[in-house]
């Protein structure tokens, strides 16, 4: 009888201290975003305390609302801090303690879905208290890209697996169990463009539910309804996953070439069937630049519609969403805008932050859930563009993209440095433009004897070269390191290619090294009008988690 009451006191005391776990790990999920462990509040930036004083409606540079899709547009200010605007650029909702590094979803109930500043899956409600969270059993391996939820409320985001250094699809429901995964080294046989030497074979971008479609309603499996469509930049392919197998079912990658942003247009919309990707473009980085929307037909895998500009560029990152109606909304994340078009190319909408680059715009029904039915809307105001000219994307008069930019310290202070002597590049100029150029001598790079080197930045148009800068500089100067700014406002909207030489005399070969050019910048005040304002500090942990981010998946910031 002794041991009986024993053993049942002991039972009694773990089933109680189980329901005492069971009630902490619970209340901390439910718990505001203030008090809650998952969120420390002294971590956070102070990135909120810009919001009073924003007004985002200076950005929209044109506005049609009788061509346009009208909706609140879900953004991403300075690419971390959520927040909804109206046509206008009018902010009518924020969540100012929540920051996240990749995609944000808000849902029909109006809870708000994020990848967040410390790699965790969140849930947040309406006035941003997490509700919900999700942390990998590896704590090395993070979401990356991309997030969505799937029609069974399950959430599904591509892995960064820190063992293997490529990406698995793992699929959470509500309880935080991982219910599915698809380990893309598992079928790297499927992909011709497989690169078994490289560190980030796949870079999955996007994941997308196949939503009903006429290819399944007219008998083929492929495109079954809940079966995932996977966007693989470093695969330059396109792909559907079979949910039920595992299996690759499906496969594009004619002309593609470093694309994001994969969707197919749903059962009943204007397009219904056709994938939409956004081609960056990446690789004719030597030349003159171009990205492009495209709409694929999946079963005669053919482009059966495409969008390109002259004016429209983005190396990396870039989204495309398909609007009620025709038209289309896109990102130019690296291009620094988004903009609506019509099915003929015009642009009904433009926002131009001027502070930073924009990164995955969503536009979402004024009845998209009931919080945002019941905001108050603003009238809607038509923007002209009068005489204002097109915006120039602003990798079109970058002289050298983000992964080509070598970081190093000249003289005392961490320049951008262009890593070759000798380079041309094609460049569209945009209006009111200047030219900063800076150039020199490394002097911990200089040995003895005098070295002296000759720096010239010609730019050629229409069989003239016009010479910018032709300047001597040498070893034994008092001015090793030089900055000149010249006004290219007279080369508004040319072709122009861009010209960097370095003739040397004198010194050691490994002095050559101390010969550097700083990557010229041109900038425009006509398309971007107010000073950057400086950045908000950042925590050292989403500086960390940014830094793993960028460096993991290939990308420079």
């Known amino acids: 009888m002794m041991v009986l009451r024993a053993v049942t006191v002991v039972i009694v005391v773990v089933l109680v201290a189980a329901g005492l776990v069971y009630l902490t790990v619970r209340s901390k999920q439910q718990l505001p975003l203030e ?9 956070l930036d102070d990135l909120h305390l810009d919001l009073g004083e924003l007004d985002p409606s200076a950005w929209v540079r044109a506005y049609e609302p009788e061509r346009s899709s009208p909706g609140y547009n879900l953004v991403l200010y300075r690419r971390r801090l959520p927040m909804l ?25 109006g809870r708000l879905a994020v990848i967040g500043r410390d790699n965790l899956i969140k849930e947040y409600d309406w006035e941003g208290n997490l509700t919900w969270f999700f942390q990998l059993a590896d704590t ?8 969505i939820k799937l029609q069974n409320g399950n959430f599904l985001t591509p892995v960064r697996e820190k063992r293997t250094l490529t990406d698995t699809l793992v699929e959470v429901d509500r309880s935080g169990e991982v219910v599915w995964e698809w380990r893309s080294l598992d079928h790297r046989k499927a992909f011709p463009t497989w690169d078994r030497k490289s ?58 070439d470093f694309q994001h942003e994969a969707l197919m247009v749903k059962k009943s919309d204007f397009g219904d069937g056709l994938i939409l ?119 079109l008069y970058a002289f050298a993209l983000a992964e080509e930019r070598v970081s190093r310290d000249v003289n005392g202070k961490k320049r951008q440095l262009v890593p070759k002597y000798d380079v041309c590049r094609e460049l569209l100029i945009p209006p009111k433009a200047w ?81 550097v050019w700083g990557v010229p910048r041109i900038r425009s005040k006509a398309q971007h009008p107010t000073a950057e304002r400086p950045s908000r500090r950042v925590t050292a942990e989403e500086e960390k988690v940014r830094r793993q981010q960028l460096e993991a998946l290939g990308y420079v910031d």
């Open 35 to 43: 008090t809650s462990e998952i969120d420390d509040g002294s971590q």
């Open 435 to 515: 030219l900063s150029v800076e150039y020199g001598l490394d002097e911990e790079r200089l040995y003895w004897g005098e070295l002296s080197a000759r720096f010239r930045l010609v730019l050629k148009s229409n069989g003239s070269s016009l010479t910018m800068v032709d300047d001597t500089v040498k070893s034994s100067a008092e001015e090793l390191w030089r900055r000149r700014l010249v006004h290219i406002g007279r080369m508004s909207f040319q072709r122009v290619e861009m010209c960097l030489s370095v003739a040397t005399e004198g010194g050691f070969l490994g002095e050559r090294q101390a010969v």
């Open 277 to 395: 990707v956004f081609n960056n473009g990446r690789d004719n980085l030597n030349t003159y630049r171009r990205s492009s929307i495209q709409a694929i037909d999946p079963v005669r895998e053919a482009v059966e519609w495409e969008y390109g500009s002259e004016y429209f560029f983005s190396s990396v990152g870039g989204t495309e969403q398909k609007l009620p109606g025709s038209n289309v909304l896109i990102t130019s994340s690296h291009g620094g805008r988004a903009f609506e078009i019509t099915p003929e190319g015009d642009i009904v909408w433009e926002w131009v932050p001027q502070s930073y680059l924009p990164m995955r715009i969503e536009r979402l029904p004024y009845d998209h859930c009931p919080q945002l039915a019941g905001l108050r809307r603003e009238p809607e105001t038509a923007v002209s563009r009068g005489a204002e000219l097109p915006y120039i994307d602003a990798e």
């Open 199 to 256: 560190e980030d074979p796949t870079h999955i971008n996007s994941v997308h539910e196949l939503p009903p479609n006429r290819w399944h309603d007219a008998g083929d499996d492929r495109f079954r309804p809940g079966n995932i469509l996977v966007s693989a930049r470093n695969l330059n392919s396109i792909f559907i996953v079979e949910k039920a197998s595992g299996d690759v079912v499906w496969r594009y990658s004619q002309g593609l």
């Open 85 to 109: 605007v109206d046509m206008n650029g009018h902010i009518v909702h924020t969540w100012p303690r929540v920051r996240a590094v990749g995609r944000v979803r808000l849902d029909r109930h």
């Open 140 to 147: 090395g391996d993070f979401p990356h890209h991309d997030l």
